[in-house]
């Protein structure tokens, strides 16, 4: 047999192997690592995908919440992962944004993962707490540029989009506001609630149960448009800042080198999940909007998401705390 027959030979086998593989998968638990912590909104949308896995296939889908580094540590303990099928992430854009925000990470962005599937996608939206002296956009960049230094804005953590919106946001009105960074979006809104900090920049679905409250006050929210949940809040382009705008999306990644089988079971499966009528009604009531897509299609958006992404963080003039 010949080289070139012996290498067609080697991957035909392997093709089997992976497809033999992929046919007993999965028959033990999954692990689905938030790089954020729990009750923030990349909390909730994976716990939703997770259950219903649980449910379809019969095993059992452990959400592991590892925050800290805008990402960093979560995407970090996938890359390292043995590339089974058994472990898996939900990714926020801050996973693009990081490529260009830090100047050495302990992984490659792109070649350390095997793209799954876009999942859905939220706008930012800037809200205050009731004791801040502004209801409008317009209205905090006044009472802002009068104190300047003085106010401070909470995100759920350096590098994520929201900071990005936050650098952004102050950038283009030329205000200066103390950034405090938090391990999710969860703890921020805590605080903000309590006071502990004026503003948050976060995903509208983590703070929309306290704004239709009226435990928070809405200025903004960063989308072109308004969102379709709060459509009484309009967005921050319309408030005065043409052209403002970002968008936080979701993403399933697993290690790479996982059997290509197993990461067409996961699409075909969490697509399928994500598309269905009671899990789309769950989320959009929430403010997330479902998106999906094929490991190809995900794997060529990251790509172009990490190339604009490079250019707000330079406009932004962030830095990595």
């Known amino acids: 047999m010949g080289m070139t027959s012996r290498f067609i030979a080697a991957l035909a086998l392997n093709a089997l192997a992976g497809a033999v593989f992929a046919q007993g998968y999965p028959n033990k638990t999954i692990r689905m690592i938030v790089p954020f912590a729990a009750g923030g ?63 050495k990470l302990p992984y490659d962005p792109v070649k350390d993962f095997a793209p799954v599937t876009l999942a859905g996608a939220a706008t930012i939206v800037l809200v205050a707490h009731p004791s801040v002296q502004a209801k409008s956009v317009k209205e905090l960049i006044a009472l802002a540029k009068s104190k300047p230094g003085k106010i401070n804005w909470a995100s759920p953590g350096t590098g994520t989009p929201h900071h990005l919106a936050g650098e952004l946001f102050k950038t283009r009105t030329g205000i200066d506001m103390v950034h405090i960074p938090y391990k999710g979006a969860a703890p921020a809104v805590v605080d903000l609630l309590g006071g502990q900090v004026s503003l948050a920049f976060v995903s509208l679905p983590a703070a929309l149960p306290h704004i239709k409250a009226g435990k928070l006050t809405a200025l903004g929210v960063s989308s072109p448009q308004r969102s379709a949940v709060a459509p009484e809040v309009p ?48 989320l959009n009531s929430q403010g997330f909007e479902i998106r999906t ?7 060529a958006y990251l790509k172009s998401e990490i190339v604009k992404w490079a250019k707000i963080v330079k406009d932004s003039g962030a830095k990595v705390d």
């Open 41 to 103: 909104p990349t909390d909730i949308i994976t716990r939703t995908v997770g259950q219903k896995l649980t449910e379809s296939w019969g095993q059992p889908v452990v959400i592991d919440n590892r925050g800290g580094g805008g990402g960093n540590i979560g995407s970090d303990i996938l890359a390292k992962a043995t590339p089974d099928g058994y472990t898996l992430a939900m990714i926020i854009v801050g996973h693009a944004i990081n490529a260009s925000l830090y100047s």
């Open 235 to 282: 967005t921050i382009a319309e408030s005065g800042l043409t052209g403002y705008e970002l968008e936080n999306w979701y993403g399933v990644l697993a290690p790479a080198g996982t059997p290509r089988e197993i990461v067409n079971k996961l699409n075909g499966e969490i697509v399928k999940i994500l598309q269905t009528q009671d899990v789309k009604e769950r």
């Open 293 to 299: 897509s094929t490991p190809e299609q995900f794997a």
